[in-house]
Every structure is written in structure tokens, then in C-alpha cells.
């Protein structure tokens, strides 16, 4: 039985131990039967960094789910894996060690990441195993191992070979400080101070056409890519501005002259309404590139620095150094005609917040843009958890302007899988029974070019983006390869693919999900998961998002050396799902307090039912019978909100429950009662309880089964079914109301919870319970009346008056009404109070009225049954 007080610290510890060396949550791998196998596509944290308390947030709410399922007879495979292969964790190996990976061959600098990214993957295990989440840690992956890399290199040929790839020389998106491009998903707006310039354009031949002025203005924000202007541009219902539509302008301080087109997609509200286009200033600037044939000036290359076409400013840093330089001799050559500071959004990379430029490159690409609608069809096929997050998918997709960039100039990756012919430049592609493979050290499968026969080869030198391998997730999870002797591709765990829920965080909706699902789509023709379960965000105390520049975050270490595990699975349960969640203190009081009551009551238990397993009676009493009922109900409530992910609801009314209408109502019935009715129900109930928590509080449930009921493990048991036990619901939340207002009765009154009662009538039906309400409470004559009116009677107790309006409105007479009503000297008419002469109106008054009791005794509510009690003290 549980003894003394419930120990947290030794608890979690043991029994932490206990799952990961008994292996208690492995994934049974004779499973091949898809009815009963339950698979969690869990996210693989980026090693950037330390866990944080959102990693956390999310792994408890995901485990609830794995448990929930586990005992609800699913064979479940809970895996997890590391994600690191991409430039978060190249930026944390350039941070920890203070090096550049730049100044390292690429075989060297993967080593240094590997080594940095083993401490921190070490330190994940740590914290995951430590908040008890239940992985099967025989099912772990990084995506930086061979394995995986196979699998990624396989997505990439079969989509190469599908036709869905290829590779461009365009404009790409680019990050100027981690110095490669970057995909649409990978960029995010930020607020930035900046200045506005309004900058004269002289029009080329004014001088000779005195229809022509000599100058316009353009307003921009970036006046170090002037050199890189290649057009002006003029809507074409700007009226004020047609005229000089086809002529030429100058542009300042470089003199190279450009055209001034028409172009529907200019912004006639922002500055002076005419635009310069510059390759590339923005996703405008490409799309008037592509449309009209425009030349390509790049100004800015890809460490953000200025280019030798920039003249003078030829090696300044772009974004700052040029752009000041360039203001002040646009000052100086009087054509800088004002300047004003703004803020406005900006387009920078999420990994490092620096604004993005739109360079000219050659780069990889998956095909997306033609599929938007079918990637949207697929994406409805899903259920979202909750619905509303849905809305997110489909506004990223509706939104895409770019196909899927998916190489990257770093060097911590996965290689391409490609050589390029040096004579003819023919793509050549490894094949898929040699994967994983490196063509910076591995030979191409061929010879001699396939296309011209020429016999010498080029590596590809970019890696993959990350998320082009972390899309994979339910694929490595599943063991999909090629079999070379079939020559199909395969599945070692088919019965787990689609996977049945995708847990993630709502902010990488656009990254993870989207590309899961086009990665497994197209090599599969299915949607990769049936669910999707979208948490929402850890906030601080103050809900604000946490993040180390406020000095916001909370640490995982932090909160565990103050609170119980168990207590923080409590409170990371308390929001609904897809909403953010603050971090505050008082969620995990609240926690503490239920893990206390818990143990408290089972130690209760015990003593009022020393037999774990005592024989169901010939016939139950009627609160027995009530209670188990009762239970029945909460247990078909909580299992369909588990089911919906609504853990916030089965949290509390699970709690409520318990709390109040077992420990606080039930508890108190059997502590007066030595029968074996009641001793049957207690350890059914408790059995019941214990199993219903256990998701929640994996810890301290597993303690006490492990103290009462046997060496099995509680999460192994079979989650509780409803016993079918029938019960008069109404007429037994009645009489447990009345047992609870006797028993306050007593305490109000000074009198020994045994003590006698001489007599108690209930108006309300108790009828079948009446033999709990006297033996519990030792009431002598117990009298039941569920259809007649009590002896009561509602009487006016006082008037208030509204002074704001009765102020006012009757000055001086106020006192004469005050009086009158203190007199009891009024009438109400309807709605009307008559008094001192005066008829208030009904808003300006209100009136309190009480119940009186029109016989002798004490009058009592029990939740709106009136209950008399007569009693000679």
C-alpha cells in the first residue's frame, strides 16, 4: 500500500530507469497487423540548442496520446529522432567552436558537427527520458546517418526520375550571411527601421522636348541597387505619369540609362507612384525580369556585399556600408530630394534574422507551383486537430510563389547524389542500390557520359536542405527503400504507413507538414498521416512569446528541480489544443496538489479495503451502484475527448470528478460503512481512477499499481471500459448533495460526524437511497417528499436603489424613499416600486428576496433541494 508521503524525486527517477532498461514501451516488432498498430510521426527536434520548455510542452501532450493509445489495445510506435543535418546545426558547430566552415574541407567540418551535435542529441535523451515520456528508444534516428541519408537520396532520384526536379540557373532567395539559398518557407517577416529616399530619375532627352520634364521622382528604401536598375516602371492608368511611358531615364550617380515601361503591377499609392526595378530587389523585380526580357545587372553578391558593377562602392557591405555611402553622394550631387525614417517589414531568414537577397544562382528545385490544388485536395483529406489549423495550410499553399528550392551551399548536409559531364554538363545520377553516397569522394556509376561519351566528371558540391530530409519522417519510420532485385521500392513496417497522427507546433505548419506531405505524396500517392494534432506555442507569464532575446525562456531544469515531473504533465494538459499555453507556476501548484490527493486517497483506500481484488457482492447499494455508474459515464466522456485530443477537458473533468464527487462525496460516505458493497466499489473505483490518470500522472499512478495491484505495468493494462452498471443518476447526485450540506450541518454546529440526527425531510427525490443518508449521516427519521412543495417561502429581504438614476431624477426625495423602503412602507405593482409618492421604474431598483422556512427547523440547499433538519442539540 501506499505509505508515508509520496516521495516525487524517487519515484520519477526509478521508474524513468525502469521503462528504458525494461524496455516497457518498444514497439512490438512481430506487429504487422494496421488495425491494431498506432503510429506517432513525432517532430525530430533541430540541434540548434538546448531543449526548451515548448520541446517539452509538445513531447508530454504527444505522449498522453502514445499511453492513451497504448492501453487502449494499440500496438504503438512512438520513435524519435534527432534533426541534424542542416545549417542550424552547422551554426551551432561555427558557435561552439568559433570556427567558419568555410576555412574547413567539407569532410573535416562534418566531423566537428557531429561531434558537437552527439553532446546535445545526448542531452535531448536526457531531458526526454526525464520528463517520462514513453519512446521507444529502440526506434531512434538521426537524420545525419547513413540510413537516412539513403532514404533522402533515394526521395531524390525518385522525384528526379518522376520529372518533379530541376535544376536552374534563376533568381533564388539568399541568405547574405549564412551565404546559400533558402527556401520560400525558410523566410519570415521583421518589423525593421529604415528610411525612406525620394530620389530624382533625370529623363533622358527632356533637354530637347519641351514636353518632357526633366526629372521625376522614385521613393525607395534600398538606394544601393541603383547600379542593379534595369527599368522604370509606370502603372498604366497613372495618368499623370503616361507621358513618360517609352521614353529612357538616367539613373543617378551611375548613368547607365534604362527604359520606363507600363506594368499594371506597380503600386500607385506607395511614394511617388513610378518604381525602378533592380535585379533582384523582390519577388516584382523577377516577375518584371521574366516579362519583360529586361538585362540583368547584379550588384550585390552572395556574402551581401557590393559587386565591381557597383564602381566605387565595389566591396561594401550592401545593406549598410553602401546604402550610407550612396545617400550621402546622391546628397551631394543634389538629387536626394528628401529623406524620412519609417519602419516596414522585411523579408529575412528564420534562422538568423538577416534580410534575404534575390541573387541569380543555379540551384535544385521540386516542382510545386503546378500542384497547389491537388496538395490542397490531399491536405482535406487528413483530420485536423483542431479544425481551424487546416485554415494555415491552405493559406501557405494558396500563397506560394516559388517552387521548392532545395539545395544548399553549406557544408554539413546530404549530398546530392549527382556528377555533372564536364564536356557536355548531362546530369548523371548514382544509382539507388549504391546510396548513400558522396560524389566528392565516390565515382559516378558510369564511365563515360551517357550523352556525348566523354569520360570526365564533376561532383555536385551542394547539400540538401534539411527539411527536404526531416519531410521524410513517416518514410525512415516505416523503412521505405528500393529493392534492387525487385526493382520496386519498399516497406519494412507497411502497417504503419499512412501514419496516424502528426504531432507538431502550429509555426511549422508551411515547413514540416506541407513538405511531408509533398515528399510522401509523390513517392506514394498517399497522404503520409490521418491526423494532424497542431499544438500551439509555450508563452511567458505575461504571454509573450518566450525567446532568449527577452530573456524569456524557461528551462526544462528549472521547472523539474521545483516541481514533480507528473505536475508538469499536468500542467501542459491545460490548453486546448492549437492554442498557445503561458507558462505560470500555478498550473503546476495545481498539479502538485492532485498528485498529493491522489496518493492521500489511495492510502485511504487501502485502509477502508485492505483486499486489492475483493468478490463483487450478491447485490451493490444503491451509491454504489450510483458511484460505478457515475464512473461509467466519465470514462466514455474522457475516452472520446482523448480521442479528439481535447486534453484540457479530460484533464478537468477527470479531475473534477475524482476531487469532488469521489474523495470529497463518495470517500466520506464509505469512511462511515463496513460492508463489502462498499469495498468492492472502492477498489474498483480506485483501479479505474488509477488507470484514467495514468496518461496524465504517469509516475505517481505508476507507484501506487505497482504498490497495490502487481509487477505489470499500469500503462500495459487495459484502459477501463464502461461496466454497463445501471443507476438512477439524478436521484443519487441528489443524495450525495444531501450527505454533503448534513455533514456541513454537523461541522457548522459542533457536532461529531456520528452524532445522531433526529430529523431530516427531502423534498427531492432520493428514493432508493434513503439507507446511505441515515446509516452515513445516523439520521433517526428520514422522510422523502419528491413531488410536493416544501414549507417555503420566498419573501422580499430589501431594496436597492440605483442611485445613478434615482439620484438625479428624484433630488430632494430621495431621503423620503429611503425612508419608506427602511419602513417597509411600499408596494410593488409589476414592475414598479410605489413609495413616498414616487413610481420607480423597474431598471431603477432591484430587489433582493430570500427564501423563508414556514414550519420549525433548519432550513438547508443541496444544490437546489431543500432539506429540513430538526434536531434537539
Not at 392 to 401: A, D, K, P, T
Not at 494 to 521: A, N
Not at 762 to 787: K, N, Q, W
Request: proline share 5%.
Amino acid at each position: 500500500m501506499p505509505s508515508g508521503d509520496y516521495d516525487p524525486d524517487a519515484a520519477e527517477r526509478h521508474w524513468q530507469q525502469e521503462w528504458v532498461e525494461n524496455e516497457t514501451f518498444a514497439y512490438p516488432e512481430e506487429t504487422a497487423d494496421p488495425d491494431t498498430a498506432f503510429a506517432i510521426d513525432t517532430p525530430p527536434p533541430t540541434v540548434s540548442g538546448s531543449l526548451h520548455w515548448g520541446h517539452v510542452y509538445g513531447s508530454i501532450l504527444q505522449d498522453i496520446t502514445a499511453r492513451f493509445h497504448r492501453m487502449s489495445g494499440s500496438d504503438v510506435l512512438f520513435p524519435f529522432g534527432y534533426d541534424d543535418n542542416g545549417i542550424a546545426s552547422e551554426r551551432l558547430t561555427e558557435d561552439e567552436l568559433d570556427i567558419r566552415h568555410q576555412d574547413f574541407e567539407r569532410r573535416e567540418f562534418q566531423q566537428k558537427c557531429r561531434e558537437v551535435c552527439r553532446e546535445y542529441e545526448s542531452d535531448f535523451t536526457e531531458k526526454m527520458q526525464g520528463v517520462g515520456v514513453s519512446i521507444d528508444w529502440n526506434n531512434t534516428y538521426r537524420t545525419i546517418s547513413p540510413e537516412v541519408q539513403r532514404v533522402s537520396q533515394l526521395s531524390f532520384i525518385d522525384l528526379y526520375d518522376q520529372g518533379r526536379e530541376y535544376r536552374e540557373e534563376a533568381p533564388a532567395i539568399w541568405c547574405p550571411d549564412c551565404e546559400t539559398a533558402i527556401s520560400q518557407v525558410e523566410t519570415e517577416d521583421a518589423e525593421q527601421d529604415s528610411h525612406f529616399n525620394d530620389i530624382a530619375f533625370e529623363v533622358v532627352g527632356a533637354e530637347s522636348d519641351p514636353d518632357l520634364p526633366a526629372e521625376f521622382t522614385i521613393s525607395t528604401t534600398r538606394p544601393e541597387l541603383l547600379p542593379a536598375c534595369v527599368a522604370v516602371f509606370v502603372h498604366p492608368d497613372d495618368d499623370e505619369n503616361q507621358h513618360l511611358v517609352g521614353e529612357q531615364a538616367r539613373v543617378p550617380l551611375f548613368d547607365h540609362e534604362v527604359p520606363i515601361i507600363a506594368d499594371e503591377r506597380v503600386d500607385m499609392e506607395t511614394g511617388s507612384g513610378i518604381v525602378m526595378s533592380c535585379t533582384f530587389g523582390d519577388q516584382n523585380d523577377i516577375e518584371w525580369y521574366k516579362a519583360h526580357d529586361l538585362d540583368l545587372r547584379v550588384a550585390i553578391d552572395e556574402s551581401g556585399h557590393m559587386t565591381d558593377l557597383a564602381g566605387k562602392y565595389s566591396g561594401m557591405e550592401a545593406a549598410s556600408e553602401a546604402r550610407e555611402a550612396i545617400v550621402t553622394d546622391l546628397d551631394d550631387a543634389g538629387v536626394l530630394e528628401d529623406r524620412w525614417e519609417i519602419s516596414h517589414t522585411v523579408n529575412v531568414h528564420e534562422r538568423c534574422g538577416v534580410g534575404v537577397e534575390f541573387l541569380v544562382t543555379e540551384q535544385w528545385y521540386v516542382e510545386v507551383l503546378d500542384k497547389t490544388d491537388e496538395y490542397l485536395a490531399a491536405g482535406r483529406e487528413m483530420e485536423w486537430f483542431p479544425d481551424k489549423m487546416f485554415s494555415r495550410y491552405e493559406h501557405w499553399v494558396e500563397g506560394l510563389q516559388w517552387d521548392w528550392c532545395i539545395s544548399r551551399q553549406r557544408s554539413s548536409g546530404i549530398p546530392f547524389p549527382v556528377w555533372y559531364c564536364t564536356d557536355c554538363g548531362e546530369e548523371v545520377v548514382a544509382d539507388k542500390a549504391d546510396l548513400p553516397v558522396d560524389p566528392l569522394s565516390d565515382d559516378p556509376p558510369v564511365d563515360a557520359c551517357p550523352s556525348c561519351g566523354h569520360d570526365d566528371f564533376e561532383p555536385e558540391e551542394d547539400v540538401f536542405d534539411t527539411w527536404a530530409t526531416s519531410s521524410l519522417t513517416p518514410l525512415i519510420n516505416a523503412g521505405w527503400d528500393w529493392d534492387d532485385e525487385a526493382e520496386e521500392f519498399t516497406m519494412e513496417r507497411p502497417e504503419i504507413y499512412p501514419m496516424d497522427v502528426r504531432p507538431q507546433g502550429h509555426d511549422i505548419i508551411s515547413f514540416w507538414l506541407f513538405h511531408t506531405l509533398i515528399k510522401c505524396y509523390e513517392h506514394t500517392g498517399e497522404v503520409p498521416f490521418d491526423q494532424t494534432m497542431i499544438n500551439g506555442m509555450v508563452l511567458d507569464e505575461n504571454r509573450e512569446k518566450m525567446s532568449k532575446s527577452k530573456g524569456n525562456v524557461v528551462a526544462p531544469d528549472e521547472v523539474l528541480e521545483k516541481f514533480p515531473v507528473d505536475a508538469a504533465r499536468y500542467w501542459a494538459a491545460g490548453s486546448a489544443i492549437g492554442d498557445d499555453l503561458p507558462y505560470q507556476e500555478k498550473g503546476l501548484r495545481a498539479g502538485e496538489k492532485l498528485i498529493r490527493k491522489l496518493w492521500n486517497a489511495s492510502k485511504l483506500v487501502e485502509s477502508l479495503a485492505p483486499e486489492p481484488y475483493p468478490d463483487e457482492p450478491d447485490e451493490l447499494r444503491e451509491i454504489d451502484r450510483w458511484l460505478l455508474a457515475e464512473l461509467d459515464r466519465e470514462i466514455e466522456t474522457i475516452s472520446t475527448q482523448l480521442e479528439n485530443r481535447e486534453f484540457s477537458k479530460a484533464r478537468d473533468g477527470l479531475r473534477s470528478f475524482f476531487w469532488g464527487t469521489f474523495c470529497d462525496d463518495y470517500l466520506e460516505i464509505a469512511k462511515q460503512r463496513e460492508d463489502a458493497s462498499a469495498r468492492y466499489t472502492l477498489r474498483t473505483a480506485h483501479r479505474r481512477f488509477l488507470k484514467l490518470f495514468a496518461p496524465l500522472l504517469a509516475h505517481v499512478t505508476e507507484e501506487i499499481w505497482h504498490q497495490d495491484y502487481g509487477e505489470e505495468s499500469i500503462h500495459l493494462t487495459d484502459w477501463p471500459e464502461p461496466l454497463g452498471i445501471e443507476a438512477d443518476h439524478d436521484a443519487g447526485a441528489t443524495a450525495t448533495s444531501v450527505v454533503g450540506v448534513l455533514r456541513k450541518y454537523k461541522s457548522e454546529h459542533q457536532l461529531p460526524l456520528n452524532a445522531t440526527i433526529d430529523e431530516v425531510e427531502v423534498y427531492g427525490d432520493v428514493r432508493g437511497f434513503e439507507a446511505d443518508i441515515t446509516g452515513v449521516m445516523h439520521v433517526d427519521d428520514l422522510s422523502v417528499h419528491p413531488d410536493a412543495e416544501p414549507p417555503v417561502e420566498t419573501v422580499v429581504s430589501g431594496i436597492d436603489l440605483d442611485y445613478s438614476t434615482v439620484g438625479p431624477k428624484y433630488g430632494g426625495d430621495v431621503p423620503d424613499i429611503e425612508a419608506g423602503i427602511e419602513a417597509g412602507d411600499y408596494e410593488l405593482v409589476d414592475d414598479e416600486l410605489h413609495v413616498a409618492g414616487h413610481e420607480l421604474d423597474a431598471d431603477e431598483f432591484e430587489v433582493e428576496r430570500t427564501r423563508e422556512l414556514q414550519a420549525e427547523g433548519d432550513l438547508l440547499d443541496a444544490e437546489g433541494v431543500v432539506v429540513i433538519v430538526r434536531n434537539e442539540e
